[in-house]
């Protein structure tokens, strides 16, 4: 019997799991959640959908959890209940304990204020435009929130895929694109005015 109590105690010392709490908090999906994107670009879970129950310190740190990289201005976000379990556990929440997951099966995420939205061009004058460089002083073919088509070349192989750039260039700048489905930014090489490379390291 005492060997049994020694090993009671013993785990009873053991910490709590980081989102563990008296009851599980419950989330609700929003179908259409109008969010804004934290200081790192992302959308959290507490943008997303409604959270309750459990303890406070719980939900708050449920809210703060990334979900997925904040759309572009006019562009939305896909997320499904299976999305949000996913980021729970990447997270070291058990879905299936400390947190009810509910509400609307899909969302579709639109960003909230322009805190997203790529800069609108000022207006210049054309003797302005001499003013108007870039990295290694030449005009910048790429502009921040322009469509452009990242391209991968490996020996003989061509792989592309269509892209946004995060930031303007000139030929041979390295900027940042980002490519829909990819959480974070990616950096290539301005080939021309639609053209970005990315280049792989060997």
Known sequence: MLPRLGLLAVCCLVPAPAFCSTAPVRVSLRA??????????FI?????????????????????????RAPLSGETRHLTRGDLALKLRQAGCDPDKAALLGGAQEAEVTAAGAATEPNPPAPFLPEEASRLIVRGGSPPLVHRGDAVTIVIHSDSLLISAAGVAREAGAVGDAIRVHRDGVMTD?????????????????
Request: hydrophobic share 45%; charged share 25%.
């Open 186 to 202: 990616l950096t290539a090489r301005v080939v021309d005015a639609r053209t970005v490379q990315l280049e792989i390291q060997p």
């Open 32 to 41: 259409a959640p109008a969010a804004r994107p934290d200081a790192d670009g």
């Open 44 to 68: 959290t879970l507490g943008a997303v959908a409604d959270l309750s129950g459990g303890d406070k310190a719980a939900r708050t740190r449920l809210a703060c959890i990334q979900v997925c």
